[in-house]
Nanobody, 127 residues
Framework: QVQLVESGGGLVQTGGSLRLSCAAS????????MGWFRQAPGKEREFVAA???????????YYADSARGRFTISRDNAKNTVYLQMNSLKPEDTAVYYC?????????????????WGQGTQVTVSS
């Protein structure tokens, strides 16, 4: 049984940082895209960042415009874990953050194309 378990959310002031972790179990995702999405109250789930294997030991990184330059996605395949380092946080980053994994190698920014999801972790940025 595949499980994705997020951790690292919390309450932080504007300008602060948080590091989210997503530990996968049940199968290895080293050659499959893994991503982060977020959902704020009353809004649709939106893409934040993803990492996709591009051959050898190389992974491509993709970011939403709102995350680029402030957030960094990374993965540790030995731990079957993906991370999201979030810096310079803003109140508009407040949301539940979800980790997701695909079982096809094609990267997607669409939530509906991801096969596995974590339970989410709350990130709240106070002004």
């Amino acid at each position: 049984q595949v499980q994705l378990v997020e951790s690292g959310g919390g309450l932080v002031q504007t300008g602060g940082s948080l590091r989210l972790s997503c530990a996968a179990s049940g199968r290895t995702f080293s050659r499959y895209p893994m991503g982060w999405f977020r959902q704020a109250p009353g809004k649709e789930r939106e893409f934040v960042a993803a990492t996709s294997w591009s051959g050898g030991r190389t992974y491509d990184l993709y970011y939403a415009d709102s995350a680029r330059g402030r957030f960094t996605i990374s993965r540790d395949n030995a731990k079957n874990t993906v991370y999201l380092q979030m810096n310079s946080l803003k109140p508009e980053d407040t949301a539940v953050y979800y980790c997701a994994a695909k079982m096809s190698v094609t990267l997607s920014r669409a939530a509906r194309e991801y096969d596995y999801w974590g339970q989410g972790t709350q990130v709240t940025v106070s002004s």
